[in-house]
């Protein structure tokens, strides 16, 4: 039988967590919950950076980046994911998907960008710390956030110029909860060995060369600590990449088991990438909050002149 062959659709269908139908009800609290607190610690954090003058650091200005993606993954999957998860209806317009497809490729492979920025960061204040003002300066910053999302650009332009000018089949029925370049290749009639080609290749240096950085700039890291005479000093010097190194795990651990282990289940693969877009977005915010001093302590001053303000006031 001749498979048909069709343009771009006008609609999609997005099976999400179909086959699991008493997990639907549980997953859209989950959802929702994630979704709130998302906003409101990620948001936090960029306010409390602008706020608070202790806070604009070159670490506080890439980690006010960070946030800016989390929130623009978030906000781009979730709505799309609570609706399909509350009704019936599992549809989603192509110029939504297309939008999915072009924030989640630009968004992760900024992040990817701004953690290797954010470790060499980390790398500059404990085994330069007698020059760091001179190297991290702000427009050098500026300079190096900016590469993080040009970088993002050229691989969500790259892989959704390569992904729409595939020729697709007759069903538009995508196996996930979002739509993502490898499910769309899945659904092509035409010969897929380019596409399938370039996302492997630009896997390399925007996904694999930021985790080498950032394992090298640790590297250094952890000589320089090991070096330091007193153990009060190697744990104030450890301290400070702790909430990176928690972030960096969780962030390049999902990415590693989904695109290198291809033969992974379909609901394995949904439920890693259920983890990467909205718990991980969660997450960031929640370990530099309860784990920075810094954060903690802008957040009492804040919350100790709203209190003053209330009594001058009631006064």
Same mark, same amino acid.
């Given at each position: 039988?001749?498979?048909?062959?069709?343009?771009?659709?006008?609609?999609?269908?997005?099976?999400?967590?179909?086959?699991?139908?008493?997990?639907?009800?549980?997953?859209?609290?989950?959802?929702?919950?994630?979704?709130?607190?998302?906003?409101?610690?990620?948001?936090? &954090?960029?306010? *409390?950076? !602008?706020?608070?003058?202790?806070?604009?650091?070159?670490?506080?200005?890439? *980690?006010?980046?960070?946030? !800016? !993606?989390?929130?623009?993954?978030?906000?781009?999957?979730?709505?799309?994911?609570?609706?399909?998860?509350?009704?019936?209806?599992? @549809?989603?317009?192509?110029?939504?998907?297309?939008?999915?497809? %072009?924030?989640?490729?630009?968004?992760?492979?900024?992040?990817?960008?701004?953690?290797?920025?954010?470790? $060499?960061?980390?790398?500059?204040? &404990?085994?330069?710390?007698?020059?760091? @003002?001179?190297?991290?300066?702000?427009?050098?910053?500026?300079?190096?956030?900016?590469?993080?999302?040009?970088?993002?650009?050229?691989?969500?332009?790259?892989?959704?110029?390569?992904?729409?000018?595939?020729?697709? %089949?007759?069903?538009?029925?995508?196996?996930?909860?979002?739509?993502?370049?490898?499910?769309? &290749?899945?659904?092509?009639?035409?010969?897929?060995?380019?596409?399938?080609?370039?996302?492997?290749?630009?896997?390399?240096?925007?996904?694999?060369?930021?985790?080498? *950085?950032?394992?090298?700039?640790?590297?250094? $890291?952890?000589?320089?600590?090991?070096?330091?005479?007193?153990?009060?000093?190697?744990?104030?010097?450890?301290?400070?990449?702790?909430?990176?190194?928690?972030?960096?795990?969780?962030?390049?651990?999902?990415?590693?088991?989904?695109?290198?282990?291809?033969?992974?289940?379909?609901?394995?693969?949904?439920?890693?990438?259920?983890?990467?877009?909205?718990?991980?977005?969660?997450?960031?915010?929640?370990?530099?909050?309860?784990?920075?001093?810094?954060?903690?302590?802008?957040?009492?001053? &804040?919350?100790?002149?709203?209190?003053? *303000?209330?009594?001058?006031?009631?006064?």
């Amino acid at each position: 039988m001749e498979r048909e062959n069709v343009s771009f659709p006008n609609t999609f269908v997005l099976l999400g967590f179909s086959e699991f139908p008493w997990l639907e009800t549980p997953l859209s609290a989950v959802v929702l919950v994630s979704y709130l607190l998302t906003l409101v610690g990620n948001s936090s &954090i960029i306010l *409390l950076s !602008l706020v608070d003058p202790r806070l604009q650091t070159p670490m506080y200005f890439f *980690l006010d980046n960070l946030s !800016l !993606l989390d929130l623009s993954l978030t906000c781009t999957i979730a709505p799309q994911l609570l609706a399909n998860l509350w009704g019936p209806d599992k @549809t989603i317009a192509a110029w939504g998907c297309i939008t999915q497809v %072009c924030i989640f490729s630009c968004t992760s492979c900024t992040e990817c960008a701004m953690l290797a920025m954010m470790a $060499i960061d980390r790398y500059v204040a &404990i085994c330069r710390p007698l020059r760091y @003002t001179l190297i991290m300066r702000p427009w050098v910053c500026v300079q190096m956030a900016a590469a993080c999302w040009s970088s993002g650009l050229v691989n969500a332009l790259l892989q959704a110029t390569l992904t729409l000018q595939l020729p697709l %089949c007759g069903h538009h029925t995508l196996d996930h909860f979002f739509c993502e370049v490898p499910v769309l &290749i899945k659904l092509a009639c035409g010969d897929t060995t380019a596409n399938e080609l370039a996302l492997t290749l630009l896997s390399i240096p925007f996904g694999m060369a930021p985790l080498l *950085l950032v394992l090298i700039s640790y590297a250094f $890291i952890a000589r320089a600590v090991l070096k330091l005479p007193s153990a009060e000093g190697r744990h104030k010097a450890l301290s400070t990449c702790s909430s990176h190194l928690l972030v960096v795990t969780l962030y390049f651990g999902p990415g590693m088991y989904l695109y290198l282990q291809p033969s992974a289940k379909s609901s394995q693969a949904k439920l890693m990438s259920f983890f990467y877009c909205v718990i991980t977005p969660l997450l960031n915010p929640l370990i530099y909050t309860l784990r920075n001093k810094d954060v903690k302590t802008a957040w009492t001053r &804040i919350l100790q002149s709203q209190g003053e *303000l209330q009594s001058l006031k009631a006064r």
